[in-house]
């Protein structure tokens, strides 16, 4: 991954790219209304030509700019709902837990206690920086102990993401330093090496983002499961807002929940990049 910086507008464009050429795709096939537009008519929607735009889904999502297409229609979340859905308590019987092998990657995490978290971060210090990433640029916030917020501004912009993630944990103290970052960052997004995870928040979303992190890539399950997960049925409207306060895109994959109805429910960074993740890790496990 890329450092960034979001002062230099040569440096956004690099950032932000490939996202923005998929989120013109995404918009164009909403426009067609479910009907299927070839290669040469998607790559006018975003003003490239064929081969240009045949490279850059390739390079992005591995699969023809057709198949990709397939993923980000509309009803999508529903088709991924009747064939990838996982049930939260066969994947837990299967000891996905905290030193497991999770979603391709390696991945450790461990939790601030309740105590720490009532202090508002009091004391500790969070580093931070931005760094290119396969859904625009990626706002990546560690403590020692890991990655404690992830957070994608394609769709927000940089400066609200920066002041969303600050208010978070207000008694931190907040240092640029995108180097220390590095090797968290590249297990990540480049499955390399072990991502460590430090989950600050409230003890009830914790257990929800614990739940979560069970769930393996290409597959999703719903808000009304995540609930019985944590051993509250009745708890589907906490549990929907404890996955909107995520704090680590991607890595505690919250892009994975969706309404029992099929529909994609909300998400924090997005819409747009929540299809966008759902529809990578779907071409990716196809690959």
């Given at each position: 991954m890329?450092?960034?910086?979001?002062?230099?507008?040569?440096?956004?464009?690099?950032?932000a790219?490939?996202?923005?050429v998929?989120?013109?795709?995404i918009?164009?096939?909403?426009?067609?209304?479910?009907a299927?537009?070839?290669?040469?008519?998607?790559?006018?929607?975003?003003?490239?030509?064929?081969?240009h735009?045949?490279?850059?889904f390739?390079?992005?999502a591995?699969?023809?700019p057709?198949?990709y297409?397939?993923?980000?229609?509309l009803?999508?979340?529903?088709?991924?709902?009747r064939?990838?859905?996982?049930?939260?308590?066969?994947?837990?019987?299967?000891g996905?837990?905290?030193?497991?092998?999770?979603?391709?990657?390696?991945?450790?995490w461990?939790?601030m206690?309740p105590?720490?978290?009532?202090?508002?971060?009091?004391?500790?210090?969070?580093?931070?920086?931005?760094f290119?990433?396969?859904?625009?640029?990626?706002?990546?916030?560690?403590?020692?102990r890991?990655?404690?917020?992830?957070?994608?501004?394609?769709?927000?912009?940089?400066?609200?993401?920066?002041?969303?993630m600050?208010?978070?944990?207000?008694?931190?103290?907040?240092?640029?330093?995108?180097?220390?970052?590095?090797?968290?960052?590249d297990?990540?997004?480049?499955?390399?090496g072990?991502?460590?995870?430090?989950?600050?928040?409230?003890?009830?979303?914790?257990?929800?983002?614990e739940?979560?992190?069970t769930?393996?890539?290409?597959?999703?399950?719903?808000?009304?499961?995540?609930a019985c997960?944590v051993?509250?049925?009745?708890?589907?409207?906490?549990?929907?807002t404890?996955v909107?306060?995520?704090?680590?895109?991607?890595?505690i994959?919250?892009?994975?929940?969706?309404r029992?109805?099929?529909?994609?429910g909300?998400?924090?960074?997005?819409?747009?990049?929540?299809?966008?993740?759902?529809?990578?890790?779907a071409?990716?496990?196809?690959?």
């Amino acid at each position: 991954m890329t450092a960034l910086d979001l002062t230099r507008p040569d440096q956004q464009t690099e950032g932000a790219y490939h996202y923005n050429v998929i989120r013109r795709a995404i918009e164009a096939i909403d426009a067609a209304g479910g009907a299927p537009l070839s290669l040469e008519a998607l790559a006018a929607e975003v003003d490239m030509s064929p081969a240009h735009f045949q490279r850059v889904f390739s390079k992005w999502a591995g699969v023809s700019p057709k198949r990709y297409q397939q993923y980000l229609t509309l009803d999508h979340a529903r088709t991924l709902l009747r064939e990838k859905f996982t049930t939260l308590e066969t994947a837990q019987s299967l000891g996905l837990s905290g030193g497991g092998r999770l979603h391709d990657l390696f991945l450790t995490w461990e939790a601030m206690s309740p105590g720490q978290y009532a202090r508002g971060g009091d004391g500790l210090t969070i580093r931070w920086g931005w760094f290119d990433s396969p859904f625009g640029p990626a706002l990546v916030m560690a403590t020692e102990r890991g990655i404690c917020g992830l957070a994608f501004a394609a769709e927000t912009g940089a400066e609200p993401a920066m002041e969303d993630m600050r208010s978070r944990w207000p008694g931190a103290r907040f240092v640029e330093d995108p180097g220390a970052l590095r090797a968290d960052l590249d297990a990540a997004f480049d499955r390399t090496g072990e991502a460590r995870l430090h989950l600050i928040g409230a003890p009830f979303q914790i257990k929800v983002w614990e739940a979560l992190i069970t769930i393996p890539s290409g597959q999703v399950t719903t808000y009304s499961e995540l609930a019985c997960a944590v051993g509250n049925p009745r708890a589907v409207r906490a549990v929907g807002t404890a996955v909107g306060r995520n704090p680590v895109s991607w890595l505690i994959p919250c892009h994975r929940a969706l309404r029992k109805s099929g529909g994609l429910g909300g998400y924090h960074w997005g819409l747009p990049v929540k299809r966008a993740l759902l529809a990578w890790e779907a071409a990716r496990d196809e690959a």
